[in-house]
């Protein structure tokens, strides 16, 4: 934290949900599920989107219901890309309150820590089928 800035309450309860959201990315849902009980109460309509857009995905991840997007993405780059672009889209074809905005906005930085953390194993396995040889 810099000093002198002060969070707001708004500040801190994204700041957990963010980290939140790593940790489910990361498939970590007792840690995620720990954290996500220290995020402190607020009437910001965006934050309540987050969170219960968080919330959601977490609970979803405990439960392991395959018929879940949540479920079904975490292995499938395409899909991932596709669940990206057509959420994008939707948020800028509709007129969304701020409630929505946290909500798809959340989603998305899922999404996209899904997409950052498969990246790595792609560009591993690419690399081993290339050089059979070694």
């Given amino acids: ?5 002060v969070h707001t309450v708004e500040e801190k309860a994204l700041e957990i949900l963010r980290r939140a959201l790593d940790l489910l990315v990361e498939g970590d849902v007792k840690g995620a599920e720990t954290l996500i009980t220290d995020v402190p109460s607020c009437e910001d309509e965006y934050v309540s989107g ?3 857009s968080v919330r959601g995905i977490l609970n979803a991840l405990r439960s392991g219901d395959k018929e879940f997007l949540a479920n079904r993405i975490r292995k499938s780059p395409v899909h991932l890309q596709n669940e990206i672009r057509r959420l994008k889209e939707t948020m800028d074809s509709h007129l969304l309150t701020e409630w929505d905005r946290g909500y798809f906005d959340a989603w ?3 999404l996209s820590g899904l997409r950052r953390a498969l990246r ?8 081993v089928n290339q050089n059979p040889e070694e």
């Fill in 50 to 52: 987050f969170s219960a």
């Fill in 1 to 5: 934290m810099s000093v002198g800035h």
């Fill in 108 to 110: 998305l930085d899922y």
């Fill in 120 to 127: 790595q194993p792609d560009v591993e396995e690419y690399s």
